[in-house]
């Protein structure tokens, strides 16, 4: 043993021993002697106090046998009540029939209770498998241990959306428990075309990934891209699914978010319905949905909860929130400062009377109070919750009546911010939201550079640069355009459920009729 692990860990270095990884594990498999194999795995996972292991005889054969694993992550209930406790003292009677020595076959299938087996021989499987929670067996003689699943699934219980709530429709969201998450969307979706896939990314934290899609609705060649580009990441470890969706983006540089991220069970449901794909991140509970264009970016739950003409409404107003978040200090500064014939007599007199006082041109005006309130965003988001919210509201308010009091900004100059952080709090996506905090600075620059004109410009570049997107081969502006009349019931209006026959067009699917014209009518 000596020799083996002399060969196994390499010479030290520097006083520091070399540990291989589990690529190095892949061809060195387990022995026939149980006690060797259950230090050997513990040497090879630096003999953590965690590591828990049980020495015992099968019942009825005087033979050997241990058990391994982390009683962290395994359930210790099962492995006593389920493993040890039928080989320990319920198989003698299955021994005493036995004719000759046992197979592990007949061990496995006769001689203990438990959930999911597998059998095992390589090391680098046997280490993996005991890292996420399951207890191997090994039994004197043989050179195939038997992995059982013993995984722990406490964690926290599923309760209400809090990024995205509703005020109708269901209020279950996603937690970080991988096995819960699939349970949602298994009880909503009971169509045996519904495919899980399972992939493992990270050098070191080996995270469970799983690719949710439904066959014959969703595109076979984005579901391959999307494998392809998650097995593809090299990393070391992911922990949040927002991280991996900026690894397999088309273009991570854009500010404008390339993939959706969800907590909501209801909405991963509807996405799948329309052939999009669900990356599901063990340890997250945000889901990742592509590919994603801006008009979905701009829908909520509660537009399908809803008549269709208030859902409409709704979704143009939204329309409207995302112009003012983007433009509004920029028009503003350019009508002021470059064409104020264009506002009415009455009006341009009286923002000419509040701004009388002010010292600073009205680009300074509007790039001060910009900045004050990302701070105040940033400390409302960074303070404890029951301070933070009080903090932003009493903050905002006497800093802008402060500010108007002493002089040092106008009236309408605090009205047309707090307009615009309202109408960015409108949009559904915060990633969206974030995107139009971004875009107010160099609209603003442009608006006092070159007027109205600028701001024309630099809306030409920005209809542009979203032209270009792509989120996995989809068109970021798909449904808007290239005009499609069946896409457009479902884009800036929502028109009735009985007149959106057909799935999307922007993703090919086999079956693209999701109700049948007229059935149910009176």
Known sequence: MADFLSRLFGKK?????????????????????????IKLIKLLMNNSFDIKSRDFQVCGLALPACVVYIENLAEESIIRDHILKPLMFESLPVANTGK???????????MFAGGSIKEVRFLDETVQSIMSGDTLLCIQGYDTGLMINTREHEGRSIGESNIEPSVKGPQEAFVETLKKNLGLIRKRIRDPNLCLELCKVGERSKTDIVIVSIKGISDEDIKKEVIKRITSVEIDG????????????????????????????DKLFSTL??????????????????????????????????????????RITRYIALFISILSPSLYISVTSFNP?????????????????????????????????????EAGIRLPRVVGQTVSIVGGLVIGQAAVQAGIVSPIMVII???????????????LGLATRILRFPF????????????????????????????????????LSPYRVSDWKDTVIRTGWRTMIKRPE???????????AGKGRK
Request: hydrophobic share 45%; charged share 15%; net charge negative.
């Open 444 to 479: 603003m620059i442009a608006a006092v550079t070159f007027g109205s004109y600028g701001v024309s410009m630099g809306l030409l570049f920005l209809l542009a640069y979203l032209s270009s997107l792509k989120s996995f081969g989809v068109r970021y502006l798909s449904s």
């Open 238 to 265: 992911i922990i949040e699914a927002e991280q991996l969706g900026q690894l397999i983006s088309d273009n991570p540089n854009s500010i404008f978010p390339l993939f959706q991220t969800t907590e909501r069970p």
């Open 506 to 516: 922007l993703i090919q699917h086999d079956d693209s009729v999701r109700e049948t």
């Open 13 to 37: 270095n520097k006083g520091k021993e070399h540990v291989p990884d589990l690529e190095h594990l892949s061809n060195l498999t387990l022995s026939k002697d149980a006690i060797y194999n």
């Open 100 to 110: 000759g020595s046992l197979s592990l076959q007949k061990i496995k299938d006769t």
């Open 341 to 377: 014939g264009m506002l009415p007599t009455h009006l341009a007199l009286s923002i000419a009377s509040t701004r009388s006082g002010v010292p600073f041109p009205a680009i300074i005006e509007a790039m001060l109070m910009e900045v004050i309130l990302e701070i105040l965003q």
């Open 273 to 314: 319905m329309e052939g999009r794909i669900g990356v599901f991140l063990d340890g997250s509970p945000m889901v990742l949905i592509v590919p994603v264009t801006l008009p979905i970016l701009m829908q909520s739950a509660d537009d399908y909860f809803e008549n269709w003409i208030v859902a409409s409404v709704i």
């Open 417 to 431: 911010i707090a307009v615009t952080a309202i109408c960015s709090y409108a949009l559904p996506s915060y990633s």
